[in-house]
C-alpha cells in the first residue's frame, strides 16, 4: 500500500501479489519519489532489484536487476 500523507483515511494504491506479479519477493528496502514525475516511485529490495512504479494505477513501468542488495538509492538531479 502507498499512502499518501497529506490525505486521511486510505491509500492511494495497492500494490499486492494478486495485482501486479513484479512485486518484490522479500522486503522493500527502499523508496524514493521522482523527483521529476510524482506519478514515479522507485522501490529497491532483497531481491536484488529495483523497481518503478507509477503510483496513479499501481502499474509496473521497468525493473533493473542488480548485483546485491542496495541501502538507499537516488535519482538523477535533472534526469
Do not use: A
Request: charged share 25%; with cysteine; glycine share 8%.
Amino acid at each position: 500500500e502507498i499512502w499518501d500523507l497529506r490525505k486521511r483515511g486510505f491509500p492511494i494504491i495497492k500494490i499486492s501479489n494478486e495485482t501486479s506479479p513484479y512485486m518484490h519477493m522479500g522486503s522493500v528496502e527502499t523508496m524514493r519519489w521522482c523527483p521529476h514525475d510524482p506519478r514515479v516511485l522507485l522501490t529497491s529490495g532483497d531481491d536484488k532489484r529495483t523497481v518503478l512504479w507509477n503510483v496513479t494505477d499501481g502499474s509496473y513501468l521497468t525493473e533493473h536487476s542488480l548485483g546485491g542488495p542496495l541501502n538507499d538509492v537516488q535519482w538523477h538531479p535533472t534526469r
